[in-house]
């Protein structure tokens, strides 16, 4: 339903996503999950059609964004961080409102917005004006908002912040309610509130996805993988003609980092064991000048459990 | 059509359920109702069609602030409240966000200035006007309403501060409207460009005097097009922006 394929956006010297690859498939909810700042919400409004990516591709309900960003636009439904309410509009002439922008069928907007106010149990506060409602219920209205002219794809922007663990709940068993219906991408910095309600998630650091699964295969995969750097006074090619064969493992070559001298290769091994020794045999053996070889194992691991821990703190 | 009249009747809602629009209303006919008794009927004896002129001339100046005032918010304010995202992610486009507002306003401001009609009609007590000559003047006042409010539209894009988007409207306004000065102090070709993109002087007078120019008419929808125009291309390069 939603395929990104080496997305990067830049802000002047900013990296904010860095060749992001990833799918969603049809009737799914998956998570975003990473810190503040890793890229999340900058990869939603690429999808939402708010921002215009520096390179790569998105395809959105089989139509690529940019060619059909205005179709694509009346395909998706839109939560940001703080709901888009207009303080003196009741909520149901709000969704009557966003029912219309959204193109829907004059006479199909009554029982939309019915339906829909229904769904998200704003009936006690339908004439109230969406100004004097509480956060939970304007997160409500939100969602409403964005799945009354019900789309095959949902963007939840961190539906969950600033909410008490009550609406934290209903807001989840919400979220919970749009499945299968319709796809659900929603982002989070909370880890542990992804899970429970994802089918799989997508660990963003630093504007790159460094994970994606389910939960459990996170859990394995973070906390086994091993991953090696290893920096050699030659050519690529010489590098990979060096660690060709390596058993279990992948190797990718990767790009020079600033400070790195000239004629030097870099590349990343991924493994379920510790490689460093045979790494290290056959750079040596092939007339390499090895000179950085690094296990980047804790730098994943540091994630994951900064991640569980802050949502074990919530 | 049907989204730019849509997004228009919300905004002429919104105008019409706060405080801002009232206010603005009241404080365009107090201060056109003080300036038409002090200085368009006066103390000293006049010609009907004289008082007439004057009160179109003492309304254009009010006309420019309150539609300054009622689009400095258009844009502004959607980014402040962070609702503009409502509008960019519907499949809707830049420019039926813009012509939307545009019409709010340009619909509060006819409302504004028709509730003005009792000082004209004031005249008749003592004196005889023209009809044409009255409807010629609020044509003008329309049109140089629509004009400013497209400026005053541009500035509110650039800005997300409604404070800030009325100060560069109307700085905008206000070099355009002394535009003629410029024509005074510069030679040829430059001082006819300056006298005919002046937004008051030359365009607006002949509307107060009762007179239907069609180059005056042109004027004002073409400032009008061109700064809606800018709007959109202003609205749009936020794709690129952070």
Same mark, same amino acid.
């Given at each position: 339903?939603?395929?990104?394929?080496?997305?990067?956006?830049?802000?002047?010297?900013?990296?904010?996503?860095?060749?992001?690859?990833?799918?969603?498939?049809?009737?799914? !909810?998956?998570?975003?999950?990473?810190?503040? @700042?890793?890229?999340?919400?900058?990869?939603?409004?690429?999808?939402?059609?708010?921002?215009?990516?520096?390179?790569?591709?998105?395809?959105?309900?089989?139509?690529?964004?940019?060619?059909?960003?205005?179709?694509?636009?009346?395909?998706?439904?839109?939560?940001?961080?703080?709901?888009?309410?207009?303080?003196?509009?009741?909520?149901?002439?709000?969704?009557?409102?966003?029912?219309?922008?959204?193109?829907?069928?004059?006479?199909?907007?009554?029982?939309?917005?019915?339906?829909?106010?229904?769904?998200?149990?704003?009936?006690?506060?339908?004439?109230?004006?969406?100004?004097?409602?509480?956060?939970?219920?304007?997160?409500?209205?939100?969602?409403?908002?964005?799945?009354?002219?019900?789309?095959?794809?949902?963007?939840?922007?961190?539906?969950?912040?600033?909410?008490?663990?009550?609406? !934290?709940?209903?807001?989840?068993?919400?979220?919970?309610?749009?499945?299968?219906?319709?796809?659900?991408?929603?982002?989070?910095?909370?880890?542990?509130?992804?899970?429970?309600?994802?089918?799989?998630?997508?660990?963003?650091?630093?504007?790159?996805?460094?994970?994606?699964?389910?939960?459990?295969?996170?859990?394995?995969?973070?906390?086994?993988?091993?991953?090696?750097?290893?920096?050699?006074? @030659?050519?690529?090619?010489?590098?990979?003609?060096?660690?060709?064969?390596?058993? @279990?493992?992948?190797?990718?070559?990767?790009?020079?980092?600033?400070?790195?001298?000239?004629?030097?290769?870099?590349?990343?091994?991924?493994?379920?064991?510790?490689?460093?020794?045979?790494?290290?045999?056959?750079?040596?053996?092939? @007339?390499?000048?090895?000179?950085?070889?690094?296990?980047?194992?804790?730098?994943?691991?540091?994630?994951?459990?900064?991640?569980?821990?802050?949502?074990?703190?919530? | 059509?049907?989204?730019?009249?849509?997004?228009?009747?919300?905004? %002429?809602?919104?105008?019409?359920?706060?405080?801002?629009?009232?206010?603005?209303?009241?404080?365009?006919?107090?201060?056109?109702?003080?300036?038409?008794?002090?200085?368009?009927?006066?103390?000293?004896?006049?010609?009907?069609?004289?008082?007439?002129?004057?009160?179109?001339?003492?309304?254009?100046?009010?006309?420019?602030?309150?539609?300054?005032?009622?689009?400095?918010?258009? %844009?502004?304010?959607?980014?402040?409240?962070?609702?503009?995202?409502?509008?960019?992610?519907?499949?809707?486009?830049?420019?039926?966000?813009?012509?939307?507002?545009?019409?709010?306003?340009?619909?509060?401001?006819?409302?504004?200035?028709?509730?003005?009609?009792?000082?004209?009609?004031?005249?008749?007590?003592?004196?005889?006007?023209?009809?044409?000559?009255?409807?010629?003047?609020? %044509?003008?006042?329309?049109?140089?309403?629509?004009?400013?409010?497209?400026?005053? %539209?541009?500035?509110?894009?650039?800005?997300?501060?409604?404070?800030?988007?009325?100060?560069?409207?109307?700085?905008?306004?206000?070099?355009?409207?002394?535009?003629?000065?410029?024509?005074?102090?510069?030679?040829?070709?430059?001082?006819?460009?300056?006298?005919?993109?002046?937004?008051?002087?030359?365009?607006?007078?002949?509307?107060?005097?009762?007179?239907?120019?069609?180059?005056?008419?042109?004027?004002?929808?073409?400032?009008?097009?061109?700064?809606?125009?800018?709007?959109?291309?202003?609205?749009?390069?936020?794709?690129?922006?952070?």
């Amino acid at each position: 339903m939603i395929r990104v394929s080496g997305l990067s956006k830049t802000f002047g010297n900013r990296q904010a996503l860095d060749h992001c690859t990833f799918e969603v498939p049809a009737g799914q !909810i998956v998570g975003l999950v990473g810190k503040n @700042g890793a890229g999340k919400t900058t990869a939603l409004r690429i999808l939402s059609n708010q921002l215009l990516p520096s390179a790569g591709e998105v395809w959105i309900d089989g139509r690529a964004l940019g060619a059909e960003g205005l179709a694509i636009r009346g395909r998706i439904g839109v939560l940001p961080e703080t709901p888009p309410l207009y303080p003196e509009m009741t909520v149901t002439a709000y969704l009557r409102f966003a029912a219309r922008l959204r193109r829907v069928n004059e006479a199909e907007v009554e029982p939309r917005v019915e339906s829909v106010i229904q769904r998200t149990g704003l009936a006690t506060v339908a004439q109230q004006r969406t100004g004097t409602l509480a956060r939970g219920y304007r997160q409500r209205v939100g969602i409403a908002q964005a799945i009354v002219h019900d789309p095959p794809v949902v963007l939840l922007d961190e539906p969950m912040t600033g909410l008490d663990p009550l609406q !934290i709940v209903q807001i989840r068993d919400l979220i919970l309610q749009l499945k299968p219906r319709h796809t659900v991408l929603f982002s989070s910095h909370i880890l542990s509130e992804v899970t429970q309600i994802c089918d799989r998630v997508i660990l963003l650091d630093q504007g790159k996805v460094v994970a994606e699964g389910t939960e459990e295969h996170l859990r394995k995969d973070l906390l086994q993988r091993r991953s090696i750097a290893v920096l050699v006074r @030659g050519t690529g090619e010489a590098l990979r003609k060096a660690l060709a064969g390596l058993t @279990g493992c992948e190797v990718h070559p990767r790009a020079a980092q600033a400070g790195d001298e000239p004629g030097c290769a870099r590349a990343e091994i991924s493994s379920g064991s510790d490689a460093r020794e045979e790494v290290g045999r056959r750079c040596v053996e092939a @007339g390499l000048g090895l000179l950085e070889l690094r296990d980047e194992r804790h730098g994943l691991e540091a994630l994951m459990l900064q991640l569980l821990e802050r949502g074990q703190a919530a | 059509m049907r989204i730019v009249l849509l997004i228009a009747r919300r905004e %002429l809602l919104a105008y019409f359920s706060t405080f801002s629009g009232y206010v603005i209303l009241a404080v365009y006919l107090l201060m056109s109702g003080l300036l038409f008794n002090i200085y368009a009927v006066g103390a000293e004896a006049k010609y009907s069609q004289d008082v007439l002129r004057d009160f179109f001339y003492f309304s254009s100046g009010m006309a420019l602030v309150g539609a300054i005032l009622l689009a400095m918010r258009l %844009l502004a304010e959607e980014r402040q409240t962070q609702t503009l995202v409502l509008l960019q992610t519907a499949p809707v486009t830049d420019r039926e966000v813009i012509w939307g507002k545009f019409l709010s306003a340009l619909a509060f401001f006819a409302v504004m200035i028709a509730l003005s009609i009792y000082m004209p009609a004031l005249i008749f007590v003592n004196g005889r006007v023209a009809v044409p000559q009255i409807l010629t003047g609020y %044509l003008g006042l329309l049109l140089l309403g629509a004009a400013t409010i497209s400026i005053a %539209l541009l500035a509110s894009a650039w800005s997300s501060s409604q404070i800030m988007a009325g100060v560069i409207g109307a700085v905008m306004v206000a070099l355009l409207t002394i535009a003629w000065m410029a024509a005074r102090i510069t030679d040829e070709p430059l001082s006819g460009l300056m006298a005919y993109l002046a937004l008051h002087n030359i365009h607006f007078r002949t509307f107060s005097q009762g007179t239907l120019n069609l180059r005056d008419v042109v004027y004002y929808l073409g400032i009008t097009v061109f700064f809606l125009e800018c709007a959109v291309r202003s609205l749009e390069s936020r794709l690129w922006r952070e």
